[in-house]
Nanobody, 115 residues
Framework: VQLQASGGGLVQPGGSLRLSCAASGSAFGINAMGWYRQAPGKQRELVATITSGGGTNYADSVKGRFTISRDNAKNTVFLQMNNLKPEDTAVYYC??????????WGQGTLVTVSS
């Protein structure tokens, strides 16, 4: 299973970005999909997850600003990020979990929020 993330970049505070992550290969029966992030000098932290049934979970720091969604037909997960803040600056990693196979991770995409 390969994951290809895209959509990162430089944005001003208050701006928006949309991340995408497409899974390919033997990506059948994906259960959870989601995003983590890692800021410089900090541990990787959960941003948002979404189950195959559409259930979502968000870190408190992004609730009300970020929205996770998925396209099951295309094995793709999205993260719409609005009202971005400098503290959202990080490398964002997508992942998928496939029952009986485990979790797979994307290569990371850098999001920089700065004026």
């Amino acid at each position: 299973v390969q994951l290809q993330a895209s959509g990162g970049g430089l944005v001003q505070p208050g701006g928006s970005l949309r991340l995408s992550c497409a899974a390919s290969g033997s990506a059948f029966g994906i259960n959870a999909m989601g995003w983590y992030r890692q800021a410089p000098g900090k541990q990787r932290e959960l941003v948002a997850t979404i189950t195959s049934g559409g259930g979502t979970n968000y870190a408190d720091s992004v609730k009300g600003r970020f929205t996770i969604s998925r396209d099951n037909a295309k094995n793709t997960v999205f993260l719409q990020m609005n009202n971005l803040k400098p503290e959202d600056t990080a490398v964002y990693y997508c992942y998928v979990n496939i029952p009986y196979q485990g979790s797979y991770w994307g290569q990371g995409t850098l999001v920089t929020v700065s004026s």
